[in-house]
């Protein structure tokens, strides 16, 4: 068990719907990445911030937003669902350098 | 830009075996991080192994060994007397170094190698 937990696990929708993607970082860390994980793309970076600013951006759509919250947990915002949204949605957490998974949300787009 | 590749998509062995798995890396920056991660069945990604550029120094875990060559740009895993619990992707990955910071910044990861231990 990393330490960081991610809810939903699965989650299945209609295009054009929204959802939001939940993580709780380990105890003590203020680092929050989001990464998205397809067959086409592999592992890619969307968003991280840090201690509720965001740090860094990666290839992340319009239509998905994200946000770090006092209590340092951080949710995902994906809107105008289409099926190539469809993938694993991981969130990792840090103090410093290692980054640590959760156990990813699987995102069925139907 | 910072380029991680992994170029055995799949690797079959049978159990006992001894396996290396390659990654292969690009990056401009003199300081940065390297690690490798585990995805098994069940899908989460777990960290086995963080590397700063600065430090040739192989590390050895158990069955698990890590071999750094910065003269080449590489940092292969190498899996001794392999079992059927080591079945998994095994993802590379490299990231910066996030100046005034010291902290990592994101994770660049390759492709992949799927790795399949048969008893």
């Known amino acids: 068990d990393s330490g960081v937990t991610q809810t939903p696990k699965h989650l299945i929708t209609a295009t054009g719907q929204r959802v939001t993607l939940r993580c709780s970082p380990r105890s003590g860390d203020l680092s929050v990445y989001w990464y998205q994980q397809s067959l086409d793309q592999g592992l890619q970076f969307l968003i991280q911030y840090y201690n509720g600013e965001e740090r860094a951006k990666g290839n992340i759509l319009e239509r998905f937003s994200a946000q770090q919250f006092p209590d340092l947990h951080s949710e995902l915002n994906l809107s105008s669902l289409e099926l190539g949204d469809s993938a694993l949605y991981f969130c990792?957490?840090?103090?410093?350098?290692?980054?640590?998974f959760g156990q990813g949300t699987r995102l069925t787009v139907v | 830009a910072q380029k991680v590749t992994q170029a055995q998509t799949e690797i079959s062995v049978v159990e006992k075996e001894d396996v290396t798995l390659d990654c292969v890396y690009e990056t401009r920056d003199t300081t940065y991080y390297l690690f490798w991660y585990k995805q098994p069945p069940s899908g989460e990604l777990v960290f086995l192994i963080r590397?700063?550029?600065?430090?040739?120094q192989n590390e050895i875990s158990g069955r698990y060994s890590w071999n750094f060559q910065k003269s080449t740009s590489s940092f292969n895993f190498t899996i001794t007397a392999s079992q059927v619990v080591d079945s998994a992707v095994y993802f590379c990955?490299?990231?910066?170094?996030?100046?005034?910071?010291?902290?990592?910044?994101?994770?660049?990861f390759g492709q992949g190698t799927e790795l399949s231990v048969k008893p």
């Open positions: 990955a490299l990231s910066e170094v996030l100046r005034g910071y010291n902290q990592g910044g994101k994770l660049i």
């Open positions: 990792a957490s840090s103090v410093v350098v290692e980054a640590f």
């Open positions: 590397r700063n550029s600065f430090d040739e």
